[in-house]
């Protein structure tokens, strides 16, 4: 174990789910040299959860495309095992993408084009109770607090 998990005395283990291999095996390729043990891979919502429940790991990143909706996966993984946080990894920025997948319980949702580098840092921070979102989201995201705050406070007459 190196660097970032190792310099806290963390190992994580870690379920990689998204159908596309070379998606997999760069996220894994990110993370491995920082301590982080994959325990599982997935292919579809349905085997990110399956394996979710059997490996219980500490960590789930999860594409929001995994066929069979990965949304719904964080969802159930949420359900049965509420300890374990999830990642939730996307290529296009849609705020109801991400929107949906807080709602589901994920603890960080980001990009694909997030840098490998910077990988390791957010699944830790992620880790540490941290949530990681993309600044531009972030700032949606205080938007839609905002315009739902204003919209519950309206009296109708």
Do not use: W
């Not at 490996?55 to 719904?72: H, K, M, T």
Request: charge should be positive; include cysteine; aromatic fraction near 2%.
């Amino acid at each position: 174990m190196s660097d970032a998990a190792a310099s806290n005395g963390i190992e994580l283990t870690i379920l990689l789910a998204d159908d596309q291999i070379p998606a997999r095996v760069g996220m894994k390729r990110a993370i491995e040299p920082h301590g982080f043990r994959v325990v599982a891979e997935a292919a579809s919502a349905e085997d990110a959860v399956r394996l979710a429940q059997a490996r219980q790991p500490d960590l789930c990143v999860l594409a929001v495309a995994l066929p069979g909706n990965g949304i719904e996966a964080a969802r159930l993984i949420k359900r049965s095992l509420p300890s374990t946080k999830i990642v939730m990894m996307t290529s296009a920025a849609r705020d109801e993408d991400m929107l949906g997948a807080l709602r589901a319980g994920a603890d960080g949702y980001l990009l694909m084009s997030t840098p490998s580098s910077r990988l390791p840092h957010a699944i830790l921070g992620v880790a540490r109770g941290e949530a990681a979102l993309p600044r531009a989201m972030t700032a949606r995201l205080i938007l839609e607090f905002r315009e739902r705050g204003t919209r519950r406070r309206l009296v109708l007459p």
